[in-house]
């Protein structure tokens, strides 16, 4: 079956410092692959994804995510994180039967 | 286009009562799902139905029953609440994006059972 883990519970990082939240999955075959980001008190929002193609896939808010299958990883990273990227994130993976990591919860220092 | 709507958005049950957790989708999405959201768990897959008539456990589908009325309604029914059961419950369904499934989630259902 598949699985998600996301090593790092909570990161904190400095407004305009870069960012790389880690994402190892486990899959049977070639996975489809997704980063979202909630806000506190909302629901999920997709930040970008991968299924095929180039292993460098960009997203919305300057996100960027990689696909490396030889690490069975889709880490996450923003060159420069502004206030407003404080969230909690979660990597995803699957097709039809879609499975969650628990989630990174990122703080932003002013 | 109202996506995917979920009701209650909130409500409080006594340990035993039973609910049920109604979602309609207006995409046309073959797919819908029901997630569980408790702090430090993420989101965890509770019963999904790939297409009309079908469904299937997910990771944590014990206490819960779903109906797959129509293409565009999923309920979610809890027949005997339990404190366990406390949860922000998510419906969600998928569509083609790109060539790729695409959840998109209702906003979210915040259940408490004393």
């Known amino acids: 079956a598949q699985s998600v883990t996301q090593p790092d519970i909570h990161i904190t990082v400095s407004e305009g410092a870069s960012l790389e939240l880690r994402c190892n999955y486990s899959?049977?075959?070639?996975?489809?692959l997704f980063w979202y980001v909630q806000s506190p008190g909302q629901g999920l929002q997709l930040l970008l994804k991968?299924?095929?193609?180039?292993?460098l896939v960009q997203g919305i808010k300057g996100f960027e995510a990689e696909f490396k299958r030889s690490q069975s990883s889709f880490n996450l990273r923003k060159p420069s994180v502004h206030w407003s990227d404080a969230a909690e994130y979660f990597c995803a993976v699957g097709r039809n039967d879609m499975r969650f990591g628990a989630g990174t919860r990122l703080t932003v220092k002013p | 286009n109202a996506g995917v709507t979920q009701t209650p958005k909130f409500q409080v049950l006594k340990t035993g009562q039973s609910m049920t957790l109604q979602c309609a989708q207006d995409m046309n999405h073959n797919s819908m799902y029901w997630y569980r959201q408790d702090p430090g768990m993420g989101l965890r897959l509770i019963y999904y139905s790939a297409s009309e008539g079908t469904t299937d456990k997910g990771e944590v589908p014990n206490g819960y029953n779903v109906s797959r009325l129509n293409k565009r309604e999923f309920s979610l029914r809890l027949e005997s609440a339990a404190p366990s059961q406390t949860s922000v419950y998510f419906c969600a369904s998928i569509g083609q994006a790109s060539g790729a499934n695409v959840l998109t989630f209702g906003a979210g259902s915040r259940l408490t059972v004393l």
């Open positions: 991968y299924f095929s193609g180039d292993t």
């Open positions: 899959y049977g075959a070639t996975p489809y």
